[in-house]
């Protein structure tokens, strides 16, 4: 179950670890016209959304109520109201049934989302790139993630919120910009890439954002083809930063496995596909129903962590900020 920031989301895994269902209900409607999530409308939302979505789930696996032996909850990080409706579900769920629950990091469901359809192979290098995060992490095992680096300021995905924002283009803006960018061109504008340090591991995409902002303000009329042209830039250069990125943290994975809301997009994902070929390693990059928030990863991950006796307590709260620590987890 996920109810982490703007969509509620039930997923139901069998024995045999097969999705059986994924419901994912988005409040894109609600918040579109406040050109972001307001946190108290999306906690409210998912108080109304949890009972249809979870009888959909139901519904669509074929099972009741009873034969669910598990719960697995995101409980950070993310809106803390949305989490604590998420948290509240599950472990009144879990105490009705007399079950256990465990509780997920939304990244490590991120991380590990590419292996609902992928072979999971190990060490890989990992990349959640969404709205709320772009982050890097080496990955030994389950239990072994190590973060190896990310945006000091702006994710990728809030930078697309926001460039869309600043051309009026709506909320969110990652599909738009998209969408735009393949009717422009993408060398019309050239950024200056920021360098946190030279060869560092992290990045940073505010100086875009506002590079973007002064190119806007310079213009005396913003014509289609100027945002046609700039959304195509842009994107561009979003893009080779995270290849670039790839190149410098690879270190000697065999695998890279790509996720979070802006791993939709399509010049990253065509990106990807030709950087893998020419490191010859796999590519796993999950389809776009489970890069944006979805209860499956969260099924996939707590069905694990079940499994490893990870159980969660009564007490359990949700926390709005965590980083995803190295050696989470037991094995
Ligand atoms: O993973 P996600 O659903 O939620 C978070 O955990 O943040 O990611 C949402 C983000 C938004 O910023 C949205 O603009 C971006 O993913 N996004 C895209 C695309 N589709 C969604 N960014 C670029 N291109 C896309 N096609
Ligand atoms: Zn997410």
Redesign the pocket.
């Known amino acids: 179950m996920d109810t ?2 703007d ?1 509620t989301s039930i997923a139901i895994l069998s024995p045999q670890k097969n999705l059986l269902a994924n419901i994912i209900s988005s409040q894109v409607k609600l918040h579109a016209p406040h050109g972001g999530v307001v946190p108290e409308i999306a906690s409210r939302a998912h108080l109304n959304n949890l009972p249809w979505v979870l009888n959909q789930a139901l519904q669509e696996a074929g099972i009741s109520l009873s034969q669910i032996t598990g719960i697995a909850v995101t409980t950070s990080p993310g809106l803390i109201g949305c989490l604590l409706v998420g948290l509240t579900c599950a472990k009144t769920l879990a105490y009705s049934l007399k079950i256990p629950f465990t509780t997920v990091h ?1 990244l490590k469901a ?1 991380l590990f989302s590419p292996f609902l359809v992928h072979e999971e192979t190990y060490p890989f290098l990992g990349l959640v790139v ?4 772009t982050a890097f992490y080496e990955v030994k095992s389950f239990g072994q993630v190590k973060a190896l680096g990310q945006t000091v300021d702006d ?4 930078a ?2 926001k460039v869309a924002k600043l051309l009026g283009l709506g909320y ?4 738009i ?2 969408k735009l960018a393949a009717e422009g061109n993408p060398h019309a504008f050239k950024f200056t890439r920021a360098r946190v340090k030279k060869g560092s591991n992290y990045m940073s995409f505010s100086g875009l954002k506002t590079a973007v902002s002064l190119l806007v303000k310079s213009q005396k009329k913003v014509t289609d083809t100027f945002k046609k042209d700039l959304a195509a830039s842009f994107q561009r250069e979003v893009v080779e930063t995270l290849i670039e990125k790839c190149t410098l943290l690879l270190g000697s994975s065999k695998c890279l496995a790509v996720s ?3 791993a ?3 010049l ?1 994902r065509h990106r990807l596909e030709e950087y893998a070929a020419e490191k010859n390693i796999r590519l796993a990059l999950p389809p776009p129903k489970l ?3 979805n209860g499956a990863m969260v099924a996939y991950v707590g069905e694990r962590q079940l499994e490893l006796g990870e159980l969660a307590h009564w007490d359990a709260n949700a926390l709005a900020t965590s980083a995803l620590e190295a050696n989470h987890g037991t094995n």
């Open positions: 982490s920031c969509e939304h991120h969404s709205g709320g995060h994710a990728a995905g809030e697309y919120d969110p803006g990652g599909p910009i998209d979070g809301g802006v939709v997009n399509s990253l890069c944006t928030d």
